[in-house]
């Protein structure tokens, strides 16, 4: 029963975590066309990201945390054991990717005051959105081989 709820929260958590990502997948289009002082005036200034910071950094974390405790509490389940430790994995290179390359944009708009003006918005919007794309992609394969760690060990009811 503590593989179930393990499976559980592995789940809920990795599939908020994903969900995060891919909403900035969605935005990115109609975020690139916008010009550059307002695409950093609304990213930075306005707190539309706040919640991804406080709450999502938990999300992330603990979806870490919780693959990698369901690895080994499936280790003995040859399938289903690669599948979860390979979604712990691939859930830290998403936020290996994201240290890498969202955060340190983050840093570089952080130091904007308050209106950017003549500040070379391209480059930081750039790095900023396609890095977002990238930590998505190491979750969605984290995500898939999580729920391929469930399917593997599901096994086909009788049939009548």
């Not at 950094?57 to 690669?82: E, Q, Y």
């Not at 998403?94 to 983050?106: D, E, H, I, K, T």
């Amino acid at each position: 029963m503590l593989i179930y709820w393990w499976r559980f929260l592995s789940l809920l958590l990795t599939s908020l975590s994903l969900g995060m990502s891919f909403a900035h997948v969605l935005e990115m289009p109609v975020r690139l066309r916008w010009p550059a002082t307002f695409w950093a005036d609304v990213t930075t200034f306005h707190g539309l990201y706040d919640m991804f910071g406080r709450i999502g950094a938990v999300i992330d974390v603990s979806a870490i945390g919780a693959c990698a405790i369901l690895a080994v509490l499936v280790r003995a389940r040859r399938p289903a054991f690669a599948f979860s430790l390979t979604a712990a994995i691939m859930l830290a290179i998403g936020l290996g990717l994201w240290f890498a390359q969202v955060s340190p944009m983050n840093a570089v708009m952080a130091d904007w005051s308050t209106y950017v003006g003549a500040v070379a918005v391209d480059p930081v919007r750039q790095q900023w959105e396609f890095g977002h794309t990238t930590v998505a992609i190491a979750k969605l394969l984290a995500a898939a081989a999580l729920f391929l760690s469930v399917l593997a060990d599901t096994r086909q009811a009788p049939r009548a």
